[in-house]
């Protein structure tokens, strides 16, 4: 397998962990139920992830990211204190 398909199936893998997290949560989907709903094998899903906690970090990082460069912005935009008002 690719390198190309290879990250084609990982994105394929956590796009329906995400949805399956959405209508199952987090506890109620497990890795069966993933490989189940892609038609592969849970070695499959081993192959990418070593855990469905791993499944999940990969999951919400792109949210993460977006966050500390929203956070990063507003600290550039961020207005100092005002000082001693003069007499």
Not at 23 to 28: V, Y
């Amino acid at each position: 397998m690719t390198a190309v398909a290879q990250e084609r199936t990982r994105q394929r893998l956590l796009d329906e962990a995400c949805r399956l997290f959405a209508m199952h949560s987090f506890a109620g989907t497990s890795l069966q139920m993933i490989a189940d709903t892609l038609g592969v094998t849970k070695a499959a899903i081993y192959h990418h992830f070593k855990t469905r906690d791993e499944i999940l970090t990969a999951v919400i990082q792109p949210a993460i990211e977006e966050l500390r460069t929203a956070i990063a912005v507003a600290e550039v935009q961020r207005t100092p204190p005002p000082g001693p008002t003069p007499c």
